[in-house]
Nanobody, 119 residues
Framework: QVQLVESGGGLVQPGGSLRLSCEASGFTFSRYGMSWYRQAPGKERELVADITTTGSATTYADSVKGRFTISRDNAKNTVYLQMNSLRPGDTAVYYC????????????WGQGTQVTVSS
């Protein structure tokens, strides 16, 4: 069964850090690009970070550059999002997504994990 399971969310104070994990199963993880998205109440879902199949290239939203780092461990079928210097504006549900231009399924979404930044 194709599945992505996020973990690591929670409540953190401004300036704090969290590391999110997303473990994949049911498909060939190493042949999929991986992304982290987030969605805050009343807002559209937005791309936060992306990483290529081998981890050779990454991209970030301007709002998180210098604070967040995406990485992957293909041996563990897991993608990570290290979040430092967190701000209240980072509060959202964070989702991981797997995507492929040639393989099926084309896209797979995780259930999401809540991140709340508040004092």
């Amino acid at each position: 069964q194709v599945q992505l399971v996020e973990s690591g969310g929670g409540l953190v104070q401004p300036g704090g850090s969290l590391r999110l994990s997303c473990e994949a199963s049911g498909f060939t993880f190493s042949r999929y690009g991986m992304s982290w998205y987030r969605q805050a109440p009343g807002k559209e879902r937005e791309l936060v970070a992306d990483i290529t199949t081998t981890g050779s290239a990454t991209t970030y939203a301007d709002s998180v550059k210098g604070r967040f780092t995406i990485s992957r461990d293909n041996a563990k079928n897991t993608v990570y999002l290290q979040m430092n210097s967190l701000r209240p504006g980072d509060t959202a549900v964070y989702y991981c997504k797997a995507y492929s231009m040639v393989l099926l399924p084309r896209i797979c979404w995780g259930q999401g994990t809540q991140v709340t930044v508040s004092s």
